[in-house]
């Protein structure tokens, strides 16, 4: 595996109505015969997103639909993987916090490093805060 997507990556991905939708699409369709996976909480944030009336208006998912979307990203030619921590949060890393925002960035950076893989990623300030470890999408 090469890359782990941040949640906002793989939601543009497979959501078609999101306005990253094409960019996503096209990063993941490029690169994921190279490998790919997204971290469970990618998996539970992209399934409270598609349920969510606040963001998805009147397209909103029941939790099947939800699911059925993700799992059937993630299959193909090209399967997506799911990572698991294998390790409690690291103090080293998340010593670099400079706030609540910032968690689950460096959450999402130590899975990827857990993984020895790159990040992919359109947040210009994990980008910046994490450029051996990220790849902009």
Known sequence: MIYILD???FFSAIYEGHSEHKNAR???DKNRQ???GIT?????GT???LMNPAFMGGNTRNIAQAIDAIE???VDEHPGRIVFATQKPSR?????AQGHKQVMDIWQVQLARQERCKLATSDTGIL???PDDTVRV
């Open 7 to 9: 949640t906002s990556v």
């Open 26 to 28: 096209s990063w993941l």
């Open 34 to 36: 190279q490998g790919w």
């Open 40 to 44: 469970a909480e990618t998996y539970l």
């Open 47 to 49: 399934m409270r997103l």
């Open 72 to 74: 059937s990203a993630l």
């Open 92 to 96: 080293v890393l998340f010593a670099k």
């Open 128 to 130: 910046a805060d994490w």
